[in-house]
């Protein structure tokens, strides 16, 4: 019966980990190359921030990159995104914990994307939403300090509330781990 069990986990968690690897899963990576100027372009499939440190408590934020051959040497742009249609609110509203340091962002545009995403079908039904978006110019040295960093919190500001949670946690299908793979294929590509 634990020979059962164990290969049982051993397979859940090798389907897991490759679910990164697969288009439209978080943390997906995907690279095209522009056929009107040449240039490399790199985005990511929203990841998530969990609640909490163990990658079991749900996700109320999730974070993607983009980064383009085209940009200013140290520019990669951070996507923040929230289930429901929900207003940002203005000015600073992204903020990192970095081991006890705040460091805030002011979103690129003023209004906040909401965007509508359609239900799916697999086994059963998981009804569609709107997801709400804005975009938030950082460097990649910030990127860098925030993977190296013992302790990462996150909190998005809305219009009437946040949400928060532990960019540090490295769980599969978390920011932390993807933004890793995605600095590695920026690194190569610069």
């Given at each position: 019966m634990r020979k059962q069990q164990f290969l049982l986990v051993t397979f859940l968690l090798a389907v897991l980990s490759g679910c990164a690897s697969m288009p439209g899963m978080p943390g997906y990576i995907s690279e095209e190359k522009s056929s009107f100027d040449g240039s490399t372009?790199?985005?990511?499939?929203?990841?998530?921030?969990?609640?909490?440190?163990?990658?079991?408590?749900?996700?109320?934020?999730?974070?993607?990159?983009?980064?383009?051959?085209?940009?200013?040497?140290?520019?990669?742009?951070?996507e923040a995104f929230v289930d429901g249609a929900h207003s940002f609110a203005r000015g600073e509203?992204?903020?990192?914990?970095?081991?006890?340091?705040?460091?805030?962002?002011?979103?690129?545009?003023?209004?906040?994307?909401?965007?509508y995403e359609p239900g799916v079908y697999s086994t059963v039904y998981v009804p569609g939403g709107n997801?709400?978006?804005?975009?938030?110019?950082?460097?990649?040295?910030?990127?860098?300090?925030?993977?190296?960093?013992?302790q990462v919190g996150v909190r998005l500001d809305l219009r009437r509330s946040?949400?928060?949670?532990?960019?540090?946690?490295?769980?599969?299908?978390?920011?932390?781990?993807?933004?890793?793979?995605f600095m590695q294929k920026v690194e190569q590509k610069s």
């Open positions: 372009q790199l985005s990511m499939e929203p990841a998530f921030v969990y609640r909490d440190n163990d990658g079991f408590s749900g996700s109320d934020l999730k974070l993607s990159l983009l980064w383009r051959s085209t940009m200013k040497n140290e520019d990669i742009v951070l509203s992204l903020h990192f914990n970095v081991d006890g340091e705040v460091v805030s962002f002011k979103a690129l545009e003023e209004l906040t994307n909401i965007d997801v709400s978006s804005k975009r938030y110019l950082v460097s990649r040295k910030f990127i860098t300090r925030i993977l190296e960093a013992s946040f949400v928060e949670g532990v960019f540090s946690d490295t769980t599969s299908s978390s920011a932390h781990e993807a933004f890793e793979v």
